[in-house]
């Protein structure tokens, strides 16, 4: 048995420092790296993609929603010729990066209000689809697991990844609790780590009213901005390897 463990990294802003990149790219095989839309400055992210490539992580596009203000957060109506070149314009952008850092950009996830978005509403995942298909169709989708957005993707010709959340409750359709509800971010890291073993043994996780929902994962995320993200992450993978659960990357990472 094997799964993937990825964070979000590179968001730091200038003076302004977010989660502890260096740790978490001890812990996880994968890395989702914001893209300047959301966070992150040119420098600070390409330190990040070259701790990356030292550690031989995987290397993704985190890209997002022109929204620093919001850290991607906010709903935008994003005309599709808009948010096709906004989404292309963030993965070249990381693409020149880690060609630098000597890594390679292997797959993209969208962040925040994006991500959330693009899952159910066809017309801008659509456009996201054809982003990554005209700039590079090889590159690996992440995605919620049971979205629609999967098989979207799929259908276009692009691999999908889906993908669980190991500090975020979920509800009984098996959706995103919303982080304006009570309880919606985990922050117990044994209990996180219960649950994602849980997952990656039976397929399933237990939901904020107690019932059990079937979520079908490859990827497993840790949000590197939570409070105690570090010992989370690094409780997650201690107990998946105790268990017999070997923890890699997705996507070949580049040597």
Not at 36 to 59: C, Q, S, Y
Request: aromatic letters at 4%.
């Amino acid at each position: 048995m094997h799964i993937d463990l990825n964070s979000d990294l590179g968001e730091s802003l200038g003076a302004w420092t977010m989660g502890d990149d260096a740790a978490m790219l001890s812990i996880v095989s994968s890395a989702n790296v914001a893209c300047g839309f959301h966070a992150g400055d040119a420098a600070g992210i390409l330190k990040t993609l070259r701790a990356a490539a030292e550690r031989g992580v995987a290397v993704g596009a985190h890209v997002s929603y022109p929204d620093l203000a919001g850290f991607g957060r906010r709903n935008m109506d994003v005309a599709s010729s808009d948010l096709q070149a906004d989404v292309i314009y963030q993965i070249g952008a990381l693409q020149g990066l880690a060609q630098v850092a000597g890594t390679t950009v292997r797959y993209v996830k969208p962040h925040g209000a994006l991500y959330n978005t693009i899952a159910h509403d066809e017309r801008q995942a659509r456009d996201v689809i054809a982003a990554i298909r005209a700039i590079d169709p090889g590159l690996v989708l992440v995605a919620l697991a049971g979205a629609p957005l999967v098989g979207w993707a799929r259908e276009a010709g692009l691999a999908v990844v889906a993908e669980a959340f190991a500090d975020r409750a979920y509800t009984p359709q098996g959706t995103l609790v919303s982080r304006r509800e009570k309880g919606a971010v985990l922050h117990d890291a044994g209990l996180v780590a219960a649950r994602m073993l849980r997952l990656a043994r039976e397929g399933v996780v237990t939901a904020i009213d107690g019932s059990s929902v079937r979520i079908q994962a490859d990827s497993i995320c840790v949000h590197g901005d939570s409070p105690g993200a570090v010992e989370m992450a690094r409780q997650v993978r201690a107990v998946l390897e105790q268990a017999g659960v070997a923890v890699r990357p997705f996507a070949q990472a580049a040597a």
